[in-house]
């Protein structure tokens, strides 16, 4: 038997698309994130749970400290430089902040905190509205 938990985690941060990308998504826009982690195991732990989900919240931590009411940014953005001259909060990225990229970013560190010998990342969602996102199934 396989077990699947979830859970969501919420944030807000504005991103801007610049990297190969010339549509109106180039302008430094806000969005609502919503992040659903999918976490699976085969077998149980002394309390009978998969894992508790208080433990989850170290991620939700990781996110509000690093995402949460930021500028996500790709790192050769040349806002970057006016973000961090005016000491706002800022997330820079390695690729464009799509949906996609901050999927794996989080994914990431998801990965770093949860998987073990009983438990693994199964996905990770992130969604920038409440009708469009991007999922890595694991």
């Keep these: ?5 979830t859970k969501q985690f919420k944030f807000e941060a504005a991103h801007r698309l610049l990297r190969n990308y010339s ?13 659903t982690l999918h976490l699976e195991g085969t077998e149980l732990d002394e309390k009978d749970m998969l894992i508790d989900f208080q433990e989850l919240k170290i991620l939700k931590t990781w996110i509000d ?8 940014l790709w790192e050769n953005d040349p806002m970057c430089n006016y973000i ?5 909060r800022m997330y820079t990225t390695a690729k464009n902040p799509t949906s996609e990229h901050i999927a794996e970013v ?4 998801a990965i ?7 438990i693994r990342v199964r996905a990770i969602e992130v969604n920038e509205t409440c009708t469009t996102g991007a999922k890595i199934i694991c």
């Design 1 to 5: 038997m396989k077990y699947v938990v």
């Design 23 to 35: 549509g109106k998504c180039t302008n430094n826009h806000g969005h609502s994130w919503l992040v």
């Design 65 to 72: 400290e690093n995402l949460d009411h930021a500028s996500l």
């Design 84 to 88: 961090r001259e005016s000491g706002q």
């Design 106 to 109: 989080i994914l990431k560190e």
């Design 112 to 118: 770093r905190l949860f998987d073990n010998s009983r």
